[in-house]
């Protein structure tokens, strides 16, 4: 296992210089603070992403859950709608954006947690029927931003695109630091937390007989899974698969239980598959596609093939 | 000594333990018995806390199970559902280790690795601690999570139908383990069981539940009778003596 981490490591500090060298014509400072910034990014993306899908599917003992289900990114994209909505986006796209950017991911965050406080109580801790709420949910936010971008002036509605589309070649880089610590944070919680989240492998019953207070560490899991992905996709947009994608990965590369190496090994594969990605996006396709697209259709490509794997081994 | 007094589970509208009165006695192997949807289950689970919504008391060793925090719980008192997978690799050793977790939050010392090794040597799978739990049987890994809990080193053991799935052979083998771990180390362990002959065998105390109610308890003598059993699964039951026991004889 340590062999695999390490050789991991070692690829990804390769992809790292080779992204960073790779035609540059002599226009090192350029590059580097353009490509350094990126690769910040994905290193982020990668952590919050691997984080926060490992932990959603041991909480739930289900290999096919993301982070996505819970509705969050389609909350930040509600939030940003009503705030363009009735405050106005000449009004705040002139404020301090880095103050706008943190409300709206502690927003997130808190309505999130509100919801999942709503749907989770303690009678019977239903963690199935709060991920079926958020599905719900998730869809019901996503009406409302269409509904009301629909009645926004269509001006508005231009700058309101222009916040929305975060993605890996529009990374918000402004609030890159922010979004460092937020994330910094959220996964140190995790890692703090992983005697328990090996534990949960076994099962909430199985948790709870071995003195866990369940729906404690549940809803602390939920609340960091909240604040990994709204920052995350805050950050360069939704990026529901690659969670997935990595997590399956990890588990084929490295088959253990014990979420520390989990995290690391995660993190590396995922931070892999990004650099990797964004280099055939930016050298090979000369721009023409972009890693968002790459991860969304591999990934569901991906799924759909594990399904229908799985079924028949079923 | 496990006490519970009036207690109520319902399931919705539907009541599934109805005033519940009831002394475990210590140190002895009890078995919960009685035909499906009894409530046998839900007692075991409200009684191991992995079930919380309930009126009325329980108290362990005279305290209610509430105010107990979980961690000083989990040391006192291991329960095991009836049915596990886990979808990720584990061994033998790790998945018995898990047993260590109350104790040292995952960081394994040296007195905890003599205590998992004894364990799995107990219930006679030490040339599989390395094997993953995948390639076991089913009574191997019957034996397994039987192992974990006795890493957890508790007073109390709730096993909620171990027997399920197992042969003749082996549900002999577990039943007679746990008999030991009553007789020579002074457990108490709850057991459901279905098949009463079991019961009959091994126990030393019989809770005979029907209806979500206890039907009666008391030593396995007072319990294992015709007149009883017949009601309690509405069919005439005889009993045939067999070396100092019964065998309980369903005939329709």
Redesign the interface.
Known sequence: MKVKVGSLFLLSLCAVIAYLTYNTYGNWSFAFALRGRRLLAFGLVAIASSFSTFTLQTMT?N?YLTPGILGLDQLYVLIQTVSFFFVGGIQLLSQETTTMFLLSILATALLGSLLIGFFYQ???HHLFLLLMAGMICGTMFSSYSTFLQVLMDPNEYDMLQGRLFASFNHIHTQHLLWAAGIILLGSLCLVFL??EL??L???S??S??????VPFVHRLLLFLIALLTGTASALVGPTVFLGFVVVTIT?QVI???RHGWLFLGGTLIAFLLLVFGQFFVEQVFGWTITVNTVIQFLGGLFFISKLILERKKG | MIETVNLHQSYGKTPIIKACDLTLPEGQLIALIGPNGAGKSTLL?LL???L??RTGAIYLDGRELKQW???????K?????QS?Q?????TVE?LVA??R??YN???QTVADEQIIASAIHKVGLADFKERSIHALSGGQLQRVYLAMVLA?ETDYILLDEPLNNLDLKHATQLMNHLTELVQSEKKTVVIVLHDINYAARYADYIVAMKDGQVLRAGSTKEIIQESLLSELYELPIKLVPVEGSYFCYPFT
Do not use: C, D, M, W
């Open positions: 003992q290999r303690n009678k019977g992983i005697p090996n534990v492998h076994l099962g019953r199985q709870v007989s071995l003195g866990i207070p588990y088959p253990t239980f | 689970s191991s806390r992995v919380n919504e925090s979980g961690k000083e719980l989990a040391r008192l291991a329960y095991l559902q596990n886990y979808g990720v690799h584990l790790e898990f047993g977790y109350p939050r995952g960081r957890q």
